[in-house]
Structure formats: structure tokens, C-alpha cells
T-cell receptor, first 113, second 111 residues
Framework: EAQVTQNPRYLITVTGKKLTVTCSQNMNHEYMSWYRQDPGLGLRQIYYSMNVEVTDKGDVPEGYKVSRKEKRNFPLILESPSPNQTSLYFC????????????FGQGTRLTVV | GDSVTQMEGPVTLSEEAFLTINCTYTATGYPSLFWYVQYPGEGLQLLLKATKADDKGSNKGFEATYRKETTSFHLEKGSVQVSDSAVYFCAPRGNTGKLIFGQGTTLQVKP
């Protein structure tokens, strides 16, 4: 079954404690990205990757890091989380072509206290 | 920059009513257009798409037509059901690969 798997689904952490949200896809997609969803703001892109070892900033990259060492995995790293990073996070993957759909993970609800 | 404007929600309808959710966009070049749906507690999933002008995307009774001259991609359904209650996102995708999302429109259908 084609899928994007994120872990964990829910996470409560304290300010400044490093965390990683994992994302894995099984569709051999080149393009992967992270979004955050906040009320009234829709989804905003944090980082994206067009292939292995190729990553770039999206619209709201501050406070986040990513890596793409393997094609299937695209972890999101918060080195020093702050309360303004409390949000719902989605990983997505797709082929590079703009005519193709993106597949989304189930989401990670992060709360930073 | 690229952007999407969707009608504000929430939209509340009775079962079997007609639905329209307006979407207009500004985008560089000639994007493909998508509607995604997010059911409560879930991730986004593709509802329909259109990749060139005058194309009509359709799925599950929903339709939307790519109107290049008005840069619009309005979502319609003739008869909504309670199970259609969800958040709907219009999203163009240009040649950078990036999806541009609007704020989403919440639809609530009452029996």
C-alpha cells in the first residue's frame, strides 16, 4: 500500500529539548516536504527536498532542520523547540512533476510547553 | 508571491444541498490545480485535480473546472452528504513542485 508514515502522531515536549519527527515513504518519490498547519493560516511549507542530499528552505524554515540521506526518509529536526512551534505537522511526498498529486502523512500534533 | 484565496468558512449546509467553495489563485506560470480534503483527525488526501485550462476534475460527485482567464478553480457538488463534512483546500502546484495552500474551508453538513 502506498503510504507516507510519520512518527510520532502526538508529542508533548519542553522548551529547548531537541526532537525529531520521522517521515518515510514507500513510493520511490523524489520530492518530499514538510508543512505546518495552523488555524486560519492553512498549510505552510517548512522545508522541501527534490532528491537525496538536496534540501531547501520553504516559507517558514526558522527553527527547523531537515536531512535527506536516503530517498525514502525525510526527518524534521527541532534543535531547540519553542512554544511558537506548537502546531500540526505534515510530511508529504510526490513525484517531481507538477501534474502529480502529493501524498500526505497522518500528521504529528506537537505541543511545546 | 504565489497565493490562494478561498471563501471563508465554516460553511454549514443541510444534507442534499448544493455546494460551492470558491477558489482563486495567483501563481507564476501555468500551474496544475488540486483540491485536497482533510477529514477530522486525518492527513490531507487528493479529491480531484486539473492540469490544463478548461480541464474538469471530478471525484465522488465533486467537480471543479480550471478557468485560466479568471484564475479560479471553484469546487462544486450537487448534493452533499453528512460524510462530506471536512476541511477543503485548494492548491495550485507550479513547476517548482511546491503546493500553495489557502487557509482551507470547513464544511459542516447537517442531517
Amino acid at each position: 500500500e502506498a503510504q507516507v508514515t510519520q512518527n510520532p502522531r502526538y508529542l508533548i515536549t519542553v522548551t529547548g529539548k531537541k526532537l525529531t519527527v520521522t517521515c518515510s515513504q514507500n513510493m520511490n518519490h523524489e520530492y518530499m516536504s514538510w508543512y505546518r498547519q495552523d488555524p486560519g493560516l492553512g498549510l505552510r511549507q517548512i522545508y522541501y527536498s527534490m532528491n537525496v542530499e538536496v534540501t531547501d528552505k520553504g516559507d517558514v524554515p526558522e527553527g527547523y532542520k531537515v536531512s535527506r540521506k536516503e530517498k525514502r526518509n525525510f526527518p524534521l529536526i527541532l534543535e531547540s523547540p519553542s512554544p511558537n512551534q506548537t502546531s500540526l505537522y505534515f510530511c508529504a511526498s510526490s513525484l517531481i512533476s507538477m501534474n502529480t498529486e502529493a501524498f500526505f502523512g497522518q500528521g504529528t500534533r506537537l505541543t511545546v510547553v | 508571491g504565489d497565493s490562494v484565496t478561498q471563501m471563508e468558512g465554516p460553511v454549514t449546509l443541510s444534507e442534499e444541498a448544493f455546494l460551492t467553495i470558491n477558489c482563486t489563485y495567483t501563481a507564476t506560470g501555468y500551474p496544475s490545480l488540486f483540491w485536497y480534503v482533510q477529514y477530522p483527525g486525518e492527513g490531507l488526501q487528493l479529491l480531484l485535480k486539473a492540469t490544463k485550462a478548461d480541464d474538469k476534475g471530478s471525484n465522488k460527485g465533486f467537480e471543479a473546472t480550471y478557468r485560466k482567464e479568471t484564475t479560479s478553480f471553484h469546487l462544486e457538488k450537487g448534493s452533499v452528504q453528512v460524510s462530506d463534512s471536512a476541511v477543503y483546500f485548494c492548491a495550485p502546484r507550479g513547476n517548482t513542485g511546491k503546493l500553495i495552500f489557502g487557509q482551507g474551508t470547513t464544511l459542516q453538513v447537517k442531517p
